[in-house]
């Protein structure tokens, strides 16, 4: 889906009166920042399809819309949910820093996470829970939680299509970055798959056990 032109006519249709997010895009044709970031505008509105709308109003042709929200510097772009400006941000901002101002925007885009406490409760009230860490091999092997496997992040999407229905999926890495972007790809209606909030460093700052191998095999009498 590309981006749509809006204009001091269509402004309050198409942005205010939508019955979901809506990013607009305060532009112009002679600014260069305006043109730089306009690429990745593209890319988020096709990537955040039926999620995020992404409006582009060029305030040379609608200066009303303009003055109303009194844009002074562009590119400005403006949130607006439920027809009210929600958050804001300005400048020819990268990707990375446009998703994050998204998401922290949009709480339906929020990666689905579980936190320690949480997830520790759930596990010891036996929930029928799969712990995946995608971390490497030797940090895994170091400290872990207990019974979680190790995964590259490659081969999650395969794993969890295997699982019986009415398993939960938690995954793990050691910030919480990398489960959470496999999270939010994996999640459904049909199989809950979330990441472990803050990934292990939260877990053991929570004061949460983790094993080593070793730890792991003398706790279940397998050790050597």
Request: hydrophobic content about 40%.
């Given at each position: 889906?590309?981006?749509?032109?809006?204009?001091?006519?269509?402004?309050?249709?198409?942005?205010?009166?939508?019955?979901?997010?809506?990013?607009?895009?305060?532009?112009?044709?002679?600014?260069?920042?305006?043109?730089?970031?306009?690429?990745?505008?593209?890319?988020?509105?096709?990537?955040?399809?039926?999620?995020?709308?992404?409006?582009?109003?060029?305030?040379?042709?609608?200066?009303?819309?303009?003055?109303?929200?009194?844009?002074?510097?562009?590119?400005?772009?403006?949130?607006?949910?439920?027809?009210?400006?929600?958050?804001?941000?300005?400048?020819?901002?990268?990707?990375?820093?446009?998703?994050?101002?998204?998401?922290?925007?949009?709480?339906?885009?929020?990666?689905?996470?579980?936190?320690?406490?949480?997830?520790?409760?759930?596990?010891?009230?036996?929930?029928?829970?799969?712990?995946?860490?995608?971390?490497?091999?030797?940090?895994?092997?170091?400290?872990?939680?207990?019974?979680?496997?190790?995964?590259?992040?490659?081969?999650?999407a395969a794993t969890v299509a295997t699982l019986p229905a009415g398993?939960?999926?938690?995954?793990?890495?050691?910030?919480?970055?990398?489960?959470?972007?496999?999270?939010?790809?994996?999640?459904?209606?049909?199989?809950?798959?979330?990441?472990?909030?803050?990934?292990?460093?939260a877990w053991e700052g929570s004061g949460f056990p983790t094993y080593?191998?070793?730890?792991?095999?003398?706790?279940?009498?397998?050790?050597?």
């Amino acid at each position: 889906m590309s981006t749509i032109k809006v204009t001091d006519k269509n402004f309050e249709t198409a942005v205010l009166a939508a019955p979901g997010p809506v990013l607009v895009d305060f532009w112009a044709t002679w600014c260069g920042p305006c043109l730089a970031v306009a690429p990745i505008l593209e890319q988020l509105s096709t990537e955040y399809a039926g999620k995020v709308t992404i409006a582009k109003l060029d305030v040379d042709e609608s200066p009303q819309t303009a003055a109303r929200y009194r844009i002074q510097s562009i590119p400005t772009m403006i949130l607006f949910e439920g027809g009210k400006p929600k958050n804001a941000v300005q400048g020819a901002l990268p990707k990375p820093k446009l998703v994050e101002f998204l998401e922290k925007s949009v709480s339906s885009l929020k990666p689905p996470s579980i936190k320690p406490a949480e997830l520790k409760a759930g596990l010891d009230a036996g929930e029928p829970w799969a712990l995946y860490d995608v971390r490497d091999l030797g940090p895994f092997s170091r400290s872990h939680l207990l019974r979680s496997a190790r995964l590259a992040p490659e081969d999650v999407a395969a794993t969890v299509a295997t699982l019986p229905a009415g398993r939960n999926v938690a995954l793990i890495c050691r910030s919480g970055e990398v489960s959470s972007e496999l999270a939010a790809k994996l999640n459904s209606p049909t199989r809950r798959v979330v990441a472990l909030e803050k990934g292990l460093l939260a877990w053991e700052g929570s004061g949460f056990p983790t094993y080593s191998d070793q730890e792991e095999k003398e706790l279940n009498g397998t050790g050597g």
